[in-house]
């Protein structure tokens, strides 16, 4: 099965291309909104999730968030397969930057810089838009199956202008040495439900998140940065915070604290553009949540 879908993106990825903006974006958005009235195991995981972070919606008013979130998600996957065509100043004038300067400023010193988002918006098209300021951003992927959609999507992202490693034991090295080097380190960071995750408190709730970019901040001193990336009619808007690292405690404790800001800073984010959170899987630990090693 997972090779069929692999393939499904790969022929995806052709033919969208091809196809009229209009009709392109029209055909995915109205997927979105047929995907949100069915009972689907991914789009049920989408609504309880935003129910937790929108506890005060109606019924009709969820089921109006639960579409609108359905047509992003569409609208992440229809900007995949065409970004690749778009000219360096459609990416550029399509980007609306809060606090730009925490990372620009930062990376034109010569300091690393690591930024820390969930998966919300349009992320690679954020990461395209520094590339394009001459900024060398580095990124991680996990390995995907087949083979070959694993590889599209390395050829994706390097198109773009990224560095992206596979995500495996010597990736850390690697990214805490591009750090001492002044590059920037971006990692989507707001899941992580393996038994190495560090326990966060996420809409009131417990979930869990990935070290990472607390770990790589600790270790090489480079700024740590939070982004919420959501979207805008013609573009995305980004939305930088700066997150002080804690300097006293165990490096566990820090590690667990700077995890926590995070946390709270997503929070913050989604919860103003919680439609643009492509958040369809299990995020919390609570109720039925069963300890597997193996998820990522």
């Not at 960071?189 to 901040?217: C, H």
Request: glycine share 6%.
């Amino acid at each position: 099965m997972q090779t069929l879908v692999g393939w499904i993106y790969i022929l995806a990825w052709r033919l969208i291309r091809i196809v009229p903006e209009k009709s392109a974006y029209a055909l995915f958005y109205f997927i979105g909104e047929r995907l949100s009235k069915s009972d689907g195991k991914a789009v049920a995981r989408l609504r309880s999730n935003l129910q937790r972070v929108r506890p005060d919606l109606s019924s009709i008013e969820m089921d109006d968030l639960l579409r609108d979130a359905m047509r992003s998600y569409m609208r992440y996957w229809c900007d995949t397969f065409r970004i690749p065509e778009w000219s360096r100043e459609r990416i550029d004038s399509t980007v609306e930057v809060i606090d730009e300067h925490l990372l620009v400023d930062a990376a034109a010193s010569g300091q690393g810089v690591i930024v820390s988002l969930p998966h919300s918006g349009n992320w690679d098209h954020a990461g395209a838009y520094f590339t394009g300021k001459g900024i060398h951003l580095v990124t991680v992927a996990e390995r995907l199956k087949p083979e070959r959609l694993f590889n599209e999507f390395l050829k994706f992202r390097a198109s773009l202008g990224m560095e992206v490693l596979s995500l495996d034991s010597r990736s850390i090295v690697t990214l805490m040495q591009r750090l001492r080097e002044g590059k920037l380190v971006a990692l989507v960071a707001d899941r992580d439900l393996s038994n190495s995750g560090i326990a966060v408190e996420f809409f009131g709730y417990p979930s869990r998140m990935p070290a990472g970019p607390a770990v790589l901040a600790i270790k090489t001193g480079a700024v740590l940065l939070t982004a919420l990336v959501s979207y805008t009619p013609h573009g995305i808007h980004i939305h930088f915070r700066k997150v002080d690292v804690p300097s006293n405690g165990t490096l566990e404790e820090r590690v667990s604290a700077t995890v926590q800001i995070c946390a709270s800073h997503f929070e913050s984010g989604i919860k103003k553009h919680a439609q643009d959170w492509h958040m369809l899987q299990r995020i919390w630990t609570d109720g039925d949540f069963k300890e597997r090693e193996d998820v990522k």
